[in-house]
């Protein structure tokens, strides 16, 4: 890990910062006093600053109920709110899995975790993400097959896992891709517009009656029952033996298709991981 990466995760600010620190020879390894800011820390460096040992803090998971008005991004980058002005400032530097834009709203994992933080958000997890959405008009249902089918937007082809009536301009959307404004381009490109966007679940995780702008600390019980060490392992058919000269029959199988411990429970209100909405 780079040295102000590192630094950062102790809580001593933004890489920008730590890399101040660096520059000035506040920052000792085992002994020696590095000014380079490509510098690594291995497991069992003795890192000092200012002559006093760092320490990094417990792992950290959190839920946070972002409102709309709130940028998810770091408050080095902008003027603007962000979601860690809702965060209590004692806490150690967490990144945040799962970008809500601006005008969204709705649940977000925040953590100083940094193996969790990748794990939730690579595409092979495929973690469903469950959200309400509000159109500017009743949506046409046959519609629906075209939305889980897929269509291209500018970040890609996008495609919802399921889509669900909930009124007749709402509708319950789950996705298991993470793609820039995916949700409000795909309704966009059949002719609607999202006038409200609220992420209601991830994986198993609810937002309960969590209100908005407040945040809750997950327990380590929490954390290994909603986001478990891997991936499901699907059962895997045993394959026929195929023999020699023969042709392999349709559908082989082969296409695609801070500083608190976690223990804490919190609800007061107070770079980065994140797939988009």
């Not at 409102?67 to 004692?90: F, H, K, M, Q, V």
């Not at 059949?190 to 309960?208: F, H, P, T």
């Not at 026929?240 to 500083?259: C, E, L, M, N, T």
């Not at 976690?262 to 609800?267: G, I, Q």
Request: net charge positive.
């Amino acid at each position: 890990m780079r040295l102000n990466q590192y630094l950062a995760r102790a809580g001593f600010g933004s890489r920008r910062a730590c890399e101040e620190l660096i520059l000035e020879g506040a920052v000792t390894i085992n002994g020696h006093r590095l000014r380079e800011l490509a510098t690594r820390v291995g497991e069992g460096d003795h890192v000092l600053v200012h002559g006093k040992p760092v320490k990094m803090p417990l792992p950290l998971v959190a839920i946070l109920h972002k409102p709309p008005g709130y940028l998810c991004t770091s408050p080095d980058a902008t003027s603007e709110r962000t979601i860690y002005d809702l965060l209590p400032t004692g806490w150690p530097r967490v990144v945040y899995v799962g970008r809500l834009d601006k005008d969204s709203e709705g649940l977000l994992v925040v953590t100083n975790d940094g193996n969790l933080a990748q794990r939730l958000t690579h595409p092979s997890t495929k973690m469903r993400k469950t959200y309400i959405v509000t159109l500017d008009r009743e949506f046409d249902f046959a519609l629906a097959p075209k939305m889980k089918k897929g269509v291209s937007i500018e970040e890609g082809f996008a495609r919802m896992e399921d889509i669900y009536r909930v009124g007749p301009r709402t509708l319950k959307v789950v996705l298991t891709q993470g793609l820039k404004r995916q949700i409000r381009e795909m309704f966009f490109k059949v002719g609607y517009e999202v006038k409200r966007l609220v992420r209601i679940q991830i994986g198993n995780l609810s937002l309960d009656k969590l209100a908005p702008g407040q945040h809750r600390v997950l327990t380590r019980e929490e954390v290994k029952r909603y986001f478990p060490s891997g991936p499901a392992q699907r059962p895997t058919a045993k394959k026929s033996p195929v023999k020699k000269g023969s042709r392999r029959p349709p559908g082989d199988g082969r296409q695609g298709i801070a500083r608190k411990d976690t223990v804490v429970r919190s609800s007061t209100a107070a770079s980065e991981v994140h797939p988009h909405e």
